[in-house]
């Protein structure tokens, strides 16, 4: 089979190769791969410029929703054809405090599909029955591939920030994970600003037709005033940043209300400068968030079941694995939304 192979540290070093189809060992389930998705963070493997355990020659791609196609030694409660979804841990410590506590997304020893172990830009992988969830019937393997980012994001919103009916909520970054982000705040009742650029015209159009209550071009318009216009000056009660831009950080900071909450899920990259003193004059509560757990993904799996959240409308292209060229500079360029491969094709 063909898998898209990151074969060495650095700037590159990534083909479609030739590689063995792979079989399960005890305790794993081999899944025929519908849909994968490109991360922002596959694009930091192509250059290795991640933080994040990286362990060539390996298959990377780790968005992603399949069949279960051979089940190994020992499994017990999934069979071939089952439709899954799973999660990105293939293995953790599971003795650390972290791992005890079940938040085994910040162990130090977690090795992830796609960047330790071989991932899903291949028409097969390999994952621990451990962590698979069943994706429903009612939805598509396109949200299947989507599950992963939204995870995140109820990672980020549900069991980190704490988002009540009537609050006025700031989404910065209106890409597929700040519309996802949208989503979840909206399915808990809130007011929901999304915050762009110029080059997000497409993407705000897609905030409003999802749920927005008001869509803001920093570049065309002043946030500041906007949010004390509607929030009658006291601010946002909380501040979902997804863009990993500084000056979006700073106008979260200022845009907050006393005793608001900033939840980090963007990433910049570098160490960037804002003024944090404001913090302390602010009682903003700061939290950052890193990937997903158990939890995140019942809920991520529960809210597209129910409707409140859909994710078909966040794809915007489906590409064979041969156009991987193409696609990672599509997304590199920020053009389209997300985007998909069909490996089988
Ligand atoms: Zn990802
Ligand atoms: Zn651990």
Known sequence: MKGLV???????????????????????????????????????ILHSDIAIPVRPPVITGHEFSGTIAEV????????????????????????????????YNLCNERRTLGY???GAFAPYTIVPAARLHALPSELSFLEGALMEPLACVTHATMELTRIEPRDWVLVSGPGAVGLATLQVAK??????????TDVDAER????????????????????LDIIKDVTGGVGVDVALECSGSARALETA???VRKRGQLTQIGLYG??????????????????????????SWENALYLTKAGKVKLEPLVSD????????????????????????????
């Open 6 to 44: 990151k074969y060495q540290l650095g700037d590159g070093f990534m083909e479609l190769r030739d590689v063995p189809e792979p079989k399960p060992g005890a305790g794993q389930v081999k899944i025929e791969v519908a849909n994968t998705g490109i991360c922002g963070s596959d694009l930091h």
């Open 116 to 118: 330790w172990y071989d």
């Open 270 to 295: 570098k160490p960037i400068t804002v003024d944090f003193e404001r913090i302390c004059y602010k009682e903003i509560k700061v939290t950052g968030s890193l990937g997903s757990r158990w939890l």
């Open 204 to 223: 705000m159009k897609k905030a409003e037709a999802l749920g927005a209550d008001l869509v803001v071009n920093v570049q065309k318009e002043n946030i």
């Open 253 to 255: 900071i200022l845009g």
């Open 318 to 345: 489906v590409f064979p694995l041969s156009d991987w060229e193409k696609a990672f500079g599509m997304f590199e360029r920020k053009e389209g939304m997300k985007i998909v491969f069909d490996p089988k094709k």
């Open 72 to 103: 190994g030694e020992g499994v017990e409660g999934w069979k071939v054809g089952d439709r899954v979804v799973s999660e990105t841990a293939f293995s953790y410590c599971g003795v650390c405090v972290h791992c005890r506590e079940g938040y």
């Open 187 to 196: 399915a808990h009742n809130a007011r929901v600003m999304v915050a762009g």
